[in-house]
């Protein structure tokens, strides 16, 4: 049973900082990929990070890309996302979620399916 919980998300101001958690469990295959997604009120999901072990690859969306960093812990199956110089926005609720098939970290960009199972979410708001 795979379980992703997400932890770390909270109120902060613009251009400051968070660092979010997804604790995996139940990853029972070295291949895997967590991924990021937020989704703001109004807005569609959007896919924004991955990190995958099947090559080592990371990806970023455009709107994230050299502000946010991706990270693993490879003992603990814990992905990190290091949000930096946060704007309003990035509010959003971010989510998890992982895909157990060996995907490379890109082919969150170009699937809008991508994942299996999903975390509960943890908010992220920005704002003065």
């Known amino acids: 049973q795979v379980q992703l919980v997400e932890s770390g998300g909270g109120l902060v101001q613009p251009g400051g900082s968070l660092r979010l958690s997804c604790a995996a469990s139940?990853?029972?295959?070295?291949?895997?990929?967590i991924g990021w997604f937020r989704q703001a009120p109004g807005k569609e999901r959007e896919g924004i990070s991955c990190?995958?072990?099947?090559?080592?690859?990371?990806y970023y969306a455009d709107s994230v890309k050299g502000r946010f960093a991706i990270s693993r812990d490879n003992k603990k199956n814990t992905v990190f996302l290091q949000l930096n110089n946060l704007n309003p926005e990035d509010t959003a609720v971010y989510y998890c979620?992982?895909?157990?098939?060996?995907?490379?970290?890109?082919?969150?960009?170009?699937?809008?399916?991508?994942?299996?199972?999903w975390g509960q979410g943890t908010q992220v708001t920005v704002s003065s």
């Open positions: 139940g990853l029972t295959s070295d291949s895997w990929a």
């Open positions: 990190i995958s072990t099947a090559d080592g690859s990371t």
């Open positions: 979620a992982a895909d157990l098939t060996g995907l490379p970290a890109r082919a969150m960009g170009v699937m809008p399916s991508w994942g299996d199972y």
